[in-house]
């Protein structure tokens, strides 16, 4: 078997494992459904007042998509690894000519589907019960795709240092939320203390954010970076910690051959 056949194998073995879980489809698209409805319809944004959302709405839908593009990837992964190395899964994988980084790509290829659905109900929503007013960019997909490389690869990295599939649960939340909040996305940086802000730029998350922020709301005034064009310096950034972590994520799944 070709290398894309092993990779469209384990990609299918992926879908076929995921869509039988039906409590995990179910959250992986009603969690940010309920951020939206509670966070954008209900408590609604400010931007003549102070608080958490001074912003236009459309300020905050990088956070919306983050809440998928970062914890699906970690729980998913994290747990995925975890429960192949409890049930000495990766000794039989080490039995086939699948590789640790085709095996890593394959669960990628899975979760960028599943993220990609979620974040167009997302952006749906936003607009539908926020009212927000946002460009719809290519750039967009773009930062999912490689924003979903990034995170599937960190995940990965988290089932295999964590001692078991609740250590990995434990570890992708206790990750997720400070980046989900620290990372320029529902809060502005002004608002963080100033000794805080370099610490912002250590977060993978926060160049999706400013990236998306800046191609589909050109509004908020994202700064350019090295004198870029600030949606595709971005992007570059990302795409490049997403090309590291991916390298990391498959040397860490273990080795078994």
């Known amino acids: 078997m070709s290398r894309l056949g092993r990779v469209r194998a384990q990609t299918s073995a992926g879908w076929r494992a995921f869509v039988r879980r039906r409590t995990a489809v179910f959250f992986t698209f009603f969690f940010p459904v309920i951020l939206i409805v509670i966070f954008g319809a209900l408590i609604q944004t400010d931007p003549t007042g102070g608080g958490l959302f001074a912003e236009p709405a459309a300020y905050y839908v990088p956070g919306y998509l983050a809440v998928v593009v970062l914890f699906t990837p970690f729980s998913r992964l994290g747990s995925e690894v975890a429960r192949h190395r409890e049930g000495n899964r990766f000794e039989k994988l080490a039995t086939t000519p699948v590789t640790r980084s085709e095996w890593l790509l394959g669960q990628t290829l899975v979760n960028a589907a599943i993220i990609a659905l979620a974040s167009l109900l997302i952006l749906v929503l936003v607009v539908v019960l926020t009212g927000a007013q946002i460009a719809f960019s290519p750039l967009v997909v773009a930062y999912i795709l490689v924003g979903v490389v990034c995170f599937c690869a960190i995940g ?8 078991s599939q609740d250590g990995a649960v434990a570890a992708s939340n206790a990750l997720g939320l400070p980046l989900l909040f620290l990372s320029e996305t529902f809060i502005p940086l002004e608002q963080l203390p100033g000794w805080f802000g370099p ?46 972590a991916f390298a990391f994520g498959a040397y860490s799944i273990p080795r078994t051959d």
């Open 199 to 244: 610490l912002v730029n250590l977060s993978p998350l926060t160049y999706f954010s400013r990236g998306v922020r800046a191609a589909t709301y050109p509004d908020a005034g994202t700064a350019s970076v090295f004198g870029l064009e600030p949606a595709l310096a971005n992007l570059g950034i990302l795409a490049a910690l997403a090309v590291v």
């Open 156 to 163: 990965s990295m988290l089932g295999s240092y964590t001692d």
